[in-house]
């Protein structure tokens, strides 16, 4: 069947089976890879994209359920510029990561999340991010880099 | 993990996604948000020919007044229900199950109607339905019906929902802004209930309904009825384990399971004052 979304800006038609899952569909059909999969399980968050504004975990959903919808993935954060979205530049100060890997889905978690919480406190940070794991367990700096992101963008 | 191959049909109305229930039969699987059918189709543990796709039926996404109830769309969403200013005045207990859900990306897809006929007994807000006395509002071939949430839950995944049948609406009372609480015991931040534990007040009443204590959620009648006769909420909360069947899984045992409903109807009561 044929998937038609907006990702990044950039109007995308692909022709996919129903069962492709979305994170599927980004990383092959589009070959937009930032977005990671991690446990595919719905657990770890590794693949959070924003769909229609709202954080979603990619590996949980049909392609064909976002079709003629917008998507935003971490390759659609930064100006073209290159400048970081300020939610980037915090995790880049704050060393918000460890191996990286689920840093993706963390960036893109928080951008949902301050969106709906614009000053979060810490315990606020940490229960909204309960949907993304750090395998490393890099918790610390990964708050302090998005309660630093909520500050920048007051 | 890749499901099985479907076919996929997006329903554009209630009608539609009736019609496409009756033409294909027990092949057929409704989708809402998906936050429970698709993990299970990864896994293959559900592996239906036919999805049909009602989660864009926008106008089965509501949260209204009806009277001396709330009437809540089908396909509202979590986010939706734990946002909502009118369930933060009439039914604080629902929005504050509701918040509890999985996670925000999870509450951002998962809707009230899709956790209702999913009728899993770890699920949050079925449990909560119960303690209200819930009404479901269903739609099929043959018209209309309306199942109280008492007789809803049958078995394991099981519910009195027909298969060419389409859960619509959920109708609760108005039970206030406060006299609740909800008591979730796991061991990682979104993880299911291990045990859970909802204490509500429905017309000066104390309602209890537990989560993950047998193949479906359970109202605590033994507790309700000693709060009735006089006990007190610690004597009370001793009879939380009775009438249950709980699951033994690497998470706990029975006993431990039988523990914890005592202990988290006992704070749930406390909190709720």
């Known amino acids: 069947m044929k998937v038609t979304t907006t990702v990044n800006g950039t109007r995308q038609e692909h022709d996919v089976e129903p069962r492709t899952l979305l994170v599927h569909y980004l990383r092959e059909a589009c070959g937009l890879t930032g977005t990671k999969i991690g446990c595919d399980t719905s657990s770890c968050g590794a693949c959070t994209i924003l769909y229609e504004g709202e954080s979603v975990k990619s590996c949980t959903m049909f392609a064909a359920q976002a079709d003629g919808g917008t998507i935003t993935t971490i390759e659609g954060l930064a100006a073209t510029d290159g400048t970081l979205h300020p939610v980037q530049q915090a995790f880049h100060e704050n060393h918000g990561l460890q191996c990286g890997y689920c840093t993706a889905g963390m960036v893109m978690a928080t951008v949902g999340f301050l969106q709906e919480n614009p000053a979060p406190s810490e315990r606020d940070v940490r229960e909204g991010l309960e949907g993304n794991l750090c395998r490393c367990t890099g918790y610390h700096n990964i708050v302090k880099a998005v309660l630093a992101a909520s500050e920048a963008m007051q | ?167 619509t609406e959920i109708r609760v009372p108005k039970a206030g802004t406060n006299g609740f609480n909800y008591q979730k015991f796991n061991r990682r931040a979104q993880d299911w209930a291990i045990v859970g534990a909802v204490a509500a007040t429905v017309g000066g009443q104390k309602r209890v309904a537990l989560v993950n204590m047998g193949a479906t959620p359970i109202r605590a009648h033994a507790v309700e009825q000693a709060l009735q006769s006089g006990a007190s909420v610690a004597d009370a909360a001793q009879h939380a384990a009775e009438g249950t069947e709980p699951p033994t899984d690497l998470n706990a045992s029975v006993d431990y399971r039988e523990h914890l409903a005592r202990v988290l109807v006992r704070r749930a009561l406390e909190q709720a004052g």
């Open chain 2, 1 to 167: 993990m890749i499901p099985a191959a479907f076919d996929y049909v997006r329903a554009d109305s209630a009608d539609a996604a009736l019609a496409a229930l009756q033409e294909h039969g027990d092949d057929a699987k409704l989708l809402a948000g998906g936050m429970s059918l698709i993990p299970l189709m990864k896994l293959r543990l559900a592996t239906p020919g036919v999805l049909v796709d009602v989660g864009r039926l926008d106008d089965l996404s509501y949260i209204r007044e009806d009277g001396d109830q709330i009437a809540i769309g089908a396909l509202t969403r979590h986010r939706d229900l734990e946002t909502s200013d009118l369930l933060a005045k009439q039914c604080g207990v629902l929005r504050s199950v509701a918040a509890q859900v999985g996670d925000n990306q999870v509450r951002h897809r998962g809707t009230l109607g899709g956790s209702v006929a999913h009728g899993d007994p770890a699920s949050d807000l079925p449990a909560a339905l119960l303690a209200l006395d819930a009404t479901f509002a269903v739609r099929g071939a043959s018209g209309e019906r309306t199942i109280a949430a008492s007789d809803f839950f049958r078995g394991f995944l099981e519910t009195a929902l027909g298969p060419d049948e389409l859960l």
